[in-house]
């Protein structure tokens, strides 16, 4: 069965600084894998997903993740932090199964200093 | 598309009302999620639906959890009676066909039962 774990529920970095949140996989089979974020008071919002295209993706807000299969990780990443990027982030994993459900990590929340 | 509509935002209520949580999906999703986030227990799945058919409610924590999709662009989410165990953000989201392919949130509705 596939899981999620995602390592450091808190993450704080200066502003400016290199955004590192990590996650790994478990899965029997090649798996499709997704960042969301969630501001406060609001729901998730997709960052980036890998489909099995490129290894290395790039989403929004400056952010990008690249998937490792050796590793089984699929860690996201910012060159520089700002500010606003202060949220929760989760990594999911789509279930291979025919249900097709998203399996969560329990989330990171990412504080940003001044 | 105006995205994944949850009523109400917001919802106050007594231990032992009976409450309704509404979503609307995004036109053309064939799969329906209703999760569950509390600081203590993160983001929990209750109940998920694929062409308005219940597929896994494992999730649902009690019997007073109900949950129906009597169309594709509607589905309700019951607690009778509340209490205020069930305090929580419940989103609902939709998600296309197909492995690789996103779920969007909705914006959550907050319970609180008092």
């Known amino acids: 069965a596939q899981s999620v774990t995602q390592l450091g529920s808190h993450v704080s970095v200066s502003e400016g600084a290199l955004v590192l949140l990590r996650c790994n996989y478990s899965s029997s089979v090649p798996p499709y894998l997704f960042w969301y974020v969630q501001y406060p008071n609001q729901g998730l919002q997709l960052l980036l997903k890998y489909t099995s295209a490129a290894t290395l993706v790039k989403g929004i807000n400056g952010f990008e993740a690249e998937f490792k299969k050796s590793e089984t990780s699929f860690h996201l990443t910012k060159p520089s932090a700002h500010m606003s990027d202060a949220a929760e982030y989760f990594c999911a994993v789509s279930d291979a199964g025919n249900n097709r459900k998203l399996i969560w990590g329990l989330g990171t929340s990412l504080a940003v200093n001044p | 598309d105006a995205g994944v509509i949850q009523s109400p935002r917001h919802e106050v209520t007594e231990m032992g009302q009976e409450v309704t949580l509404r979503c609307k999906p995004i036109?053309?999703?064939?799969?329906l999620f209703w999760y569950r986030q509390t600081m203590m227990r993160g983001l929990e799945l209750l109940i998920y639906?694929?062409?308005?058919?219940?597929?896994?409610d494992s999730g649902m924590p009690e019997d007073r959890f109900s949950a129906k999709m009597p169309n594709a662009s509607f589905s309700t989410l019951k607690i009778q009676p509340s209490e205020p165990r069930d305090s929580a953000v419940y989103f609902c989201?939709?998600?296309?066909?197909?492995?690789?392919?996103?779920?969007?949130f909705g914006q959550g509705t907050r319970l609180t039962v008092v």
């Open positions: 036109s053309g999703h064939d799969y």
């Open positions: 989201a939709s998600r296309a066909a197909g492995g690789g392919t996103e779920a969007f």
């Open positions: 639906f694929n062409n308005n058919v219940p597929i896994d």
